[in-house]
């Protein structure tokens, strides 16, 4: 009896030792992968009593070869493949869409033509760590000079060429890969574990502090599903809000080949002496595929 009763004990334990799993950025050397970011936003502004919303849509997509890899780190080259952009307000409207065969009309819509399509085919590396970490970035600085000087002299092109270099330059990307991939526990996980991470995100003054907790749900072949829940500070205090969503990681590589979250924040932000209302919905979705 008590023979059976350490053969179900070792039978209990065993099982429960295989159902834990361990994730972090770990995809081979050689492999090959598309790389898609979509990011749609809502803001909503009350400016001296008068309410202003801008809506916003970007899709970037990269191809992705992990080109070296140790022990501790992946080097990995993107390359921009394809930018979707869409601005509309009650000020301004304009859209790129670097599949689209029709000439851009109007001077907004060249103009961004002109800054967008300097990506196309532009290459760059990031050294990844194994917990997700950003290490470097190098290979941005290149791309954003060729945006000013396609956007020549005029003075508002290159007010525009400057926020286009703060949104694509070292930093801007550092935030932007970190925020998709430091999402590693650390540890082996199984169905109902918790983990946290803590990261700062965003550029140019606007930065976010984020504390992420991610549940995984399950394993299902080399499929492990995970809810995600975030409580957002920005701006000091000035931007408050939660985040909510979903990742599927693919277990072998780690890397997260769905992902899918949903931002809501809101407060009051001084600017110019004033304090402006401000609500922004953002949903942040990432799609990863391997290329055979």
């Given amino acids: ?23 972090n950025f770990n995809p081979e050397k050689g492999s090959k992968y598309e790389y898609q970011m979509e990011m749609i936003q809502k803001i909503s ?9 801008m809506n916003q849509k970007m899709v970037l997509t990269y191809d992705m ?20 952009y869409n601005l509309g307000s009650a000020m301004i409207n304009a859209s790129y869409d670097s599949k689209s065969t029709t000439p851009p009309s109007g001077n907004v819509n060249e103009m961004m033509a002109k800054i967008f399509s300097c990506l196309l085919n532009k290459k760059f590396t990031l050294v990844l760590t194994a917990d997700g970490s950003v290490k470097s970035v190098e290979g941005m600085q290149a791309i954003i000079d060729d945006m000013m000087k396609a956007m020549g002299n005029d003075m508002a092109a290159q007010q525009m060429g ?20 430091k999402i590693y526990p650390g540890k082996a996980i199984k169905a109902g574990d918790s983990w946290t991470i803590a990261q700062q995100i965003g550029t140019g003054g606007m930065d976010m502090n984020l504390n992420t907790t991610y549940t995984l749900k399950s394993t299902n072949g080399n499929i492990a599903p995970a809810d995600v829940k975030s409580t957002i500070n920005g701006l000091n205090g000035q931007l408050t809000g939660t985040q909510e969503g979903s990742i599927e990681f693919d277990i072998k590589s780690g890397l997260p080949m769905t992902s899918k979250m949903v931002q809501k924040v809101g407060g009051k932000v001084s600017a110019n002496g004033m304090e402006i209302p401000m609500d922004i919905t953002s949903n942040i979705n990432i799609y990863v595929k391997k290329v055979k």
Avoid: H
């Fill in 162 to 181: 400057q926020q286009m270099s703060q949104q694509f330059g070292d930093e801007a990307m550092k935030a932007s890969f970190e925020q998709a991939f």
């Fill in 1 to 23: 009896m008590k023979k059976a009763l350490f053969v179900v004990l070792w039978v209990c334990v065993g099982l429960t030792a295989m159902a834990q799993i361990t994730l």
């Fill in 65 to 84: 070869d992990i080109i070296a890899k140790s022990a501790t780190e992946s080097t990995i080259e993107f390359m921009y493949k394809d930018v979707v």
């Fill in 45 to 53: 502004q009350d400016i001296m009593g008068q309410k202003m919303d």
